[in-house]
């Protein structure tokens, strides 16, 4: 896949609960005077805690716990921890470490560190959650510079890529090219277990 239409990939998937969220509220029927079902409601706190994730991810390179959640939307601790399980039940490319209530990867971000570095104006404490999830990192720091460090796992060789916007400015070695053993089709297959 060519590299411009994996950013459009990557950028249309974190945007799609946003774009869901509109569009159950039309479908579930806001009545004439502005009344909303209890599925579009359900559907606006879903995304309101993903963007409260998301924020979170950004401005300190960390998820947030659960409890973070709910005293930023004025609930329950245990009703943000269910919103946070129906968030990354919903065939989003986020997940929670198995058999706990913390979330372990959040695309594009990975809340465990590991070889995907990511930098933000030359300050290094976020991590991508795959290189190809790092495409999409550009979009959310606006104006700033992103540079992603990483290490193939099958050659070892050092990759580096920056991102301004919605730009790739840079990327070396020039030759490199993404790769998923993995069909697009399957990848929610077993999300999170691999």
Not at 16 to 45: D, F, K, W, Y
Not at 88 to 93: A, C, E, G, Q, W
Not at 121 to 137: H, I, K, P, S, T
Not at 139 to 156: E, K, M, W, Y
């Amino acid at each position: 896949m060519a590299l411009g239409k994996m950013l459009e990939v990557v950028t249309r998937i974190n945007s799609s609960l946003r774009l869901h969220t509109g569009s159950v509220s039309q479908e579930t029927g806001t009545g004439p005077e502005g009344s909303t079902s209890r599925l579009a409601c359900v559907n606006e706190e879903l995304a309101r805690a993903y963007h409260i994730v998301m924020r979170s991810f950004v401005d300190t390179g960390r998820a947030p716990h659960y409890t973070d959640i709910a005293r930023e939307m004025g609930t329950e601790p245990e009703h943000a921890r269910l919103l946070l399980h129906e968030l990354t039940s919903m065939r989003l490319p986020n997940w929670l470490s198995p058999g706990t209530d913390l979330i372990a990867s959040f695309a594009p971000f990975s809340n465990i560190p590991n070889h995907h570095r990511v930098s933000v104006d030359g300050e290094q404490r976020w991590f991508a959650q795959c290189g190809l999830e790092a495409l999409a990192l550009g979009h959310l720091f606006p104006g700033r510079t992103v540079d992603v460090a990483s290490t193939c796992l099958d050659c070892g060789d050092a990759i580096r890529l920056t991102l301004r916007d919605a730009s790739l400015v840079a990327l070396e070695p020039s030759s490199v090219v993404a790769h998923s053993n993995v069909p697009l089709a399957d990848w929610y297959v077993d999300v999170g277990k691999s």
